[in-house]
């Protein structure tokens, strides 16, 4: 008899995205971390790219007709204009960045916290850069398919029993 509720499922369904995700996630705080970087030490440039971008693509339209001293002020505001969205863009990343490794952080501790035939399966099944498959992953811990699987299912529900963290939010990062 299947003892499962609807909300189990959900929620392991969820925590199951989370550990599938890992190494795309280990991946984006990589690229997350460079681009942070990069736009933190080069704003200027980029602001004055974009600027120049502008200016060649779109003439003067933007900024209007009359003389320089006209353009001036307008100028100076598409410059604020387009700070304030590389810095919405950095906050952002910061953000999802944030997300990401509070997660993988989670996942590793819960990993590590666990005894050493579930800590197999976790590890070969969502961590490790060669996934194994159940059935590689069974020979291994000497138990069978079946059996590999149920106690996925008990450890997606274990880490979100564990985790402190609202897991939909992360979901939503990875989309």
Same mark, same amino acid.
């Given at each position: 008899?299947?003892?499962?509720?609807?909300?189990?499922?959900?929620?392991?369904?969820?925590?199951?995205?989370?550990?599938?995700?890992?190494?795309?996630?280990?991946?984006?705080?990589?690229?997350?971390? #460079?681009?942070? $970087?990069?736009?933190?030490?080069?704003?200027?440039?980029?602001? /004055?790219?974009?600027?120049?971008? *502008?200016?060649? &693509?779109?003439?003067?339209?933007?900024?209007?007709?009359?003389?320089?001293?006209?353009?001036?002020?307008?100028?100076?505001?598409?410059?604020?204009?387009?700070?304030?969205?590389?810095?919405?863009?950095?906050?952002?990343?910061?953000?999802?960045?944030?997300?990401?490794?509070?997660?993988?952080?989670?996942?590793?501790?819960?990993?590590?916290?666990? #005894?050493?035939? $579930?800590?197999?399966?976790?590890?070969?099944?969502?961590?490790? /850069?060669?996934?194994?498959?159940? *059935?590689?992953? &069974?020979?291994?811990?000497?138990?069978?398919?079946?059996?590999?699987?149920?106690?996925?299912?008990?450890?997606?529900?274990?880490?979100?029993?564990?985790?402190?963290?609202?897991?939909?939010?992360?979901?939503?990062?990875?989309?």
């Amino acid at each position: 008899m299947n003892t499962q509720t609807n909300a189990d499922l959900s929620t392991e369904k969820q925590v199951r995205v989370l550990f599938k995700n890992y190494r795309r996630m280990k991946m984006e705080i990589l690229q997350l971390s #460079e681009s942070i $970087d990069f736009l933190s030490k080069n704003l200027e440039q980029s602001v /004055e790219s974009d600027i120049y971008s *502008e200016s060649v &693509s779109h003439g003067t339209d933007g900024i209007g007709g009359g003389s320089t001293h006209d353009k001036l002020p307008k100028i100076a505001e598409r410059v604020e204009e387009i700070r304030m969205e590389y810095a919405e863009n950095v906050r952002l990343m910061k953000r999802k960045k944030s997300i990401f490794e509070r997660t993988v952080a989670s996942i590793d501790i819960f990993a590590d916290s666990l #005894e050493w035939s $579930d800590k197999t399966i976790i590890r070969r099944r969502f961590i490790e /850069e060669d996934k194994k498959s159940l *059935e590689e992953i &069974s020979n291994e811990i000497h138990l069978t398919v079946s059996a590999v699987k149920k106690r996925i299912v008990k450890l997606m529900l274990g880490y979100a029993e564990s985790a402190h963290f609202n897991i939909s939010v992360v979901i939503e990062e990875l989309k």
